[in-house]
């Protein structure tokens, strides 16, 4: 099945599920990313799964109610355990290190679409937004819209998104249905606090038109970024949200030509298909 991608032209993106036969035979041959070490270097693999959380999420900030819930809940408790043994397991400059091979990049993103019943959701994220400095919650923001959502962490990841968004963002920010949400994530405290003196700065590098979709946020991420593919915190990463905050596409580090296509004509896909289920 191929859907309508702008006028005239044909988006031939298959409507399939990740890890079906064809999808996986078409993504089984790859080439090895950019910035590699030596030839025995293993090349990439492909994104093999949805990423995202399982439970629909609410947009709410974490109370202590619901932290004490959380500790008396044992499954809760045995999954922290186990994220907390793993981050142990990890030198102080592993997530650096990672960044000689391939640039970071740990997989490539698929060519297909996660097909909706297998997709999972993009959790909440809280931040301020960047005009207003007020509090708004990434649950509120993409209901209704087809949203390309971009995390940042670092100068580089800022280029990396950047290489994913930027044809996309060029086709379609004109469309009201479409919004492209971004997330200065600073998870450690200090920098989160010298980003804060630096807002005004941000403001000037940001075109104004997306300042209101542009969030400062502190939250930790720990627990989600597994979840999310978030194994990296110095490169960028972009997920595709449609209007029921599920994560149909994802992409890392530094873009590939196909990569970059791939999310333009998915994004397209989406976006047709919102506004003929509007319109209907």
Not at 99 to 127: C, Q
Request: glycine share 6%; net charge positive; hydrophobic share 35%.
């Amino acid at each position: 099945m191929f859907a309508l991608l702008g006028a005239g032209r044909r988006c031939r993106v298959p409507l399939r599920a990740l890890g079906q036969p064809p999808a996986a035979q078409r993504w089984g041959s790859t080439s090895g990313g950019e910035g590699t070490s030596g030839p025995a270097e293993a090349p990439l693999p492909l994104l093999q799964r949805p990423l995202g959380v399982t439970e629909r999420p609410q947009a709410h900030t974490k109370s202590w109610e619901d932290t004490r819930k959380e500790l008396m809940d044992e499954e809760t408790r045995l999954k922290q355990r186990e994220h907390l043994l793993k981050e142990a397991s990890k030198g102080y400059f592993t997530d650096l290190n990672a960044t000689r091979r391939h640039g970071g990049k740990s997989w490539i993103a698929p060519d297909v679409m996660i097909r909706e019943d297998k997709a999972l959701y993009f959790p909440n994220v809280t931040g301020s937004r960047l005009d207003t400095r007020e509090q708004a919650h990434t649950t509120d923001m993409c209901q209704r819209r087809v949203s390309v959502i971009a995390m940042l962490s670092t100068r580089m990841s800022e280029v990396h998104v950047k290489g994913f968004v930027a044809p996309t963002n060029a086709q379609y920010l004109s469309n009201p249905r479409y919004q492209y949400i971004q997330i200065n994530l600073q998870e450690n405290l200090l920098k989160s606090w010298l980003v804060s003196l630096f807002l005004a700065s941000i403001a000037r590098s940001v075109p104004r038109e997306l300042h209101p979709t542009y969030l400062v946020s502190s939250q930790n991420m720990q627990y989600v970024r597994e979840a999310l593919g978030m194994t990296n915190k110095h490169v960028g990463y972009v997920y595709l949200v449609d209007e029921n905050l599920k994560v149909r596409w994802a992409g890392c580090a530094d873009a590939k030509a196909e990569e970059t296509r791939a999310l333009e004509q998915c994004t397209g896909v989406l976006i047709n298909r919102l506004e003929k289920k509007i319109k209907s």
